[in-house]
């Protein structure tokens, strides 16, 4: 939205094994095989608190490992979200629902994800309105992290714009995950 400027956001531990914190020469950043030296690194704020819906996949084409490792990523995510981050669970196929509304206790959604079993078709544009939902009343940074292989339906693919739109005005992130033989470039396009 400010080109040129481009922000870039990195997720990694507040400090250094050395317990150090960072400093903007442990980071190194190239466009084309060109360094950039003129960049600027700016940690968070302390006061700035993250609500996150984890918006997962159940379909049918993720039954076995893809929902496995779904559940897993989510595990993973849960414990090693921080004290100021909130979180909640939904899930979709050919409809979405919450299985977890937004939350500060992780053992809430961790039981929640736990229960998931795969079914029926893939409708990403509702999974991805049902955890704008979930967010609607939080403040801060709102973020859905969607997990998916991607293979969408013809109905949910014609809404997806709409739904881009919606989530842009509404200034929620999405970041995607890909299983299997996920569309790389249809999840990408969801993110960008």
Same mark, same amino acid.
């Given at each position: 939205s400010k080109f040129p400027e481009i922000s870039?956001?990195?997720?990694i531990s507040k400090t250094k094994k050395t317990r150090e914190e960072y400093t903007k020469e442990d980071f190194t950043i190239r466009e084309?095989?060109?360094e950039i030296t003129d960049f600027e690194l700016i940690p968070p704020s302390e006061e700035s608190n993250s609500s996150v819906c984890l918006v &997962?996949?159940?379909? /049918?084409?993720?039954?076995?490992?893809?929902l496995e490792e779904a559940k897993k990523a989510v595990s993973a995510f849960v414990q090693s979200g921080g004290s100021k981050m909130r979180m909640g669970l939904t899930i979709f196929d050919d409809t979405a629902e919450t299985l977890c509304p937004i939350t500060g206790s992780t053992g809430t959604v961790q039981r929640a994800v736990d229960? &998931?079993?795969?079914? /029926?078709?893939?409708n990403i544009a509702a999974g991805l309105l049902e955890?704008?939902?979930?967010?609607?009343?939080?403040t801060g940074n709102r973020v859905i992290v969607l997990l998916s292989d991607g293979e969408d339906s013809g109905e949910s693919a014609a809404q997806m714009e709409q739904v881009i739109n919606q989530l842009l005005q509404q200034g929620i992130v999405v970041y995607a995950v890909g299983f299997d033989f996920a569309d790389s470039d249809y999840l990408t396009h969801?993110?960008?």
């Open positions: 870039v956001s990195v997720n084309l095989e060109e &997962v996949d159940h379909s /049918g084409s993720m039954e076995g490992q893809n229960g &998931v079993t795969s079914n /029926g078709g893939t955890g704008m939902r979930s967010l609607d009343t939080e969801i993110c960008e």
